[in-house]
């Protein structure tokens, strides 16, 4: 079954974009209990790339396809998960990237959009959001996706989402769908 990809983020508004965030379709991978099956081969690294025995996957449609049936396991590994297996995955820093962001409004009414290396959209909002991890190389943004699973904000979004830092009760931060979120030092 082909997998369209979404039409250019900047044609899309903020309502049809929480529309098709909204409509996306999931396996219920949260209810999947199958016994361990062992490695799956496959690595997600920090550009967002995945790796199947070494060798970049360059279909985006069988990433696409294997993105939704991931799943963050409570000890922090993350696995491939099917109705009857369950394959360890090895995720360098997290297993998306959000490389692409949408903004409308400003201050409290602020809404962040944001497109996935797998076309996913996500809006930023109290189920999905952003934090800030102090690195030695400066601030590392990422977005909460679903269940346990962020995006790796890319830094040409990054430089995006400074711009748009305000101070709430003296902390600096970003808003979003009605939600604060703090980004500490991004200097």
């Known amino acids: 079954m082909p997998m369209n990809t979404l039409p250019d983020l900047a044609d899309l508004s903020l309502a049809d ?8 379709k999931l396996p219920p991978v949260a209810d999947w209990n199958p016994a361990h099956c ?10 967002g790339s995945w790796f199947h ?6 279909r985006p449609a069988m990433v696409r396809l294997f993105s939704t049936i991931l ?13 009857v297996e369950k394959l360890d995955i090895i995720v360098d820093d997290a297993p998306f990237v959000a490389v692409e962001m949408k903004v409308g409004g400003e201050g409290i ?3 962040l959009a944001f497109r996935l290396n797998t076309d996913e959209l996500v809006l930023a909002d109290a189920e999905h959001p ?3 991890e102090p690195r030695d190389d400066g601030p590392h943004p990422y977005l909460r996706v679903r269940d346990g699973l962020d995006a790796l904000i890319v830094r040409s979004v990054y430089y995006d989402l400074a711009e748009r830092v305000t101070e709430q009760a003296g902390v600096p931060g970003i808003w979003s769908c009605g ?6 030092n991004v200097a």
């Open 17 to 24: 974009i929480a529309r098709l965030a909204a409509e996306k």
């Open 38 to 47: 062992g490695d799956s081969d496959m690595r997600i690294a920090p550009d």
């Open 53 to 58: 025995q070494g060798a970049v996957i360059t």
């Open 71 to 83: 799943r963050r396991e409570k000890d922090g590994g993350y696995v491939l998960v099917t109705p």
């Open 109 to 111: 009414a602020s809404r």
């Open 130 to 132: 952003i934090r800030f």
């Open 179 to 184: 939600a604060f979120f703090p980004v500490g």
